[in-house]
């Protein structure tokens, strides 16, 4: 089993950047791959961004790409999601999760859930 917890959420100026990160317990980190997914006020949940096991390849939904860039540190059991240029319509809880398969897309294809951490854009 794989504990998930996220951290560096916070109020952020539109246009300004901020990086969340996500602590995962377990010594079986680096079998999962590893996803950020946010959920705005009165909207569903979406997909943000993936990366593989190894983190050799990453995934980006159309509205992220070219401003956040996800990575990972195996030796520290740990996911990050550098986000820039931020949006006000961006505000959300940002969750992290993982996943033993390849649908990196596909909320149902994960495995376990953290919390999540707000992060707030001011206009």
């Known amino acids: 089993q794989v504990q998930l917890a996220e ?12 990086r969340v990160s996500c602590a995962a317990s377990g010594r ?5 791959h590893m996803g950020w997914f946010r959920q705005a006020p009165g909207k569903e ?3 943000v961004a993936a990366i593989t096991r190894s983190g050799l390849s990453e995934y980006y939904a159309d509205s992220v790409k070219g401003r956040f860039t996800i990575s990972r ?3 520290k059991n740990t996911v990050f999601l550098q986000m820039n240029s931020l949006k006000p319509e961006e505000t959300a809880v ?3 999760a993982a996943s033993r398969s390849g649908s990196y897309y596909r909320e149902v294809s ?6 999540g ?4 854009v001011s206009s």
């Not at 994960?110 to 919390?115: E, L, N, R």
């Not at 951490?117 to 707030?120: C, F, G, L, R």
């Open 45 to 47: 949940r979406e997909f």
């Open 117 to 120: 951490t707000q992060v707030t």
């Open 110 to 115: 994960y495995d376990y859930w953290g919390q």
């Open 94 to 96: 940002y969750y992290c």
């Open 73 to 75: 540190d195996n030796a």
């Open 7 to 18: 951290s560096g959420g916070g109020l952020v100026q539109a246009g300004g950047s901020l």
């Open 28 to 32: 079986t980190f680096s079998s999962y």
